[in-house]
């Protein structure tokens, strides 16, 4: 499962990171790492981009760059 296939309100946590692709790495200067925990909080109108938010940091990822991120999702019982 990728980031992009989250649901806003989703938990989840960054597993794999692919940082061949452009723009990933800076992302990931911004916190999006593999062990990092990070939610879906909602997205524009079209679904692009997405605004998630990771550490209390609300940030904007475009759909496509959220595809790099594979993640699992997180209980939501605690």
Do not use: H, W
Not at 26 to 40: D, N, S, T, Y
Not at 52 to 68: D, F, H, L, P
């Amino acid at each position: 499962m990728t980031l992009r296939e989250l649901q806003p309100g989703q938990k989840a946590r960054i597993e794999k990171v692919d940082a061949s692709q452009p723009g990933v790495v800076r992302l990931m200067v911004l916190g999006l790492i593999e062990g990092a925990e990070i939610q879906f909080e909602n997205a524009a109108i079209g679904g692009d981009p997405m605004e998630v938010s990771i550490c209390g940091t609300a940030i904007s990822i475009r759909k496509q760059q959220a595809g790099y991120f594979s993640v699992s999702p997180m209980s939501t019982n605690g």
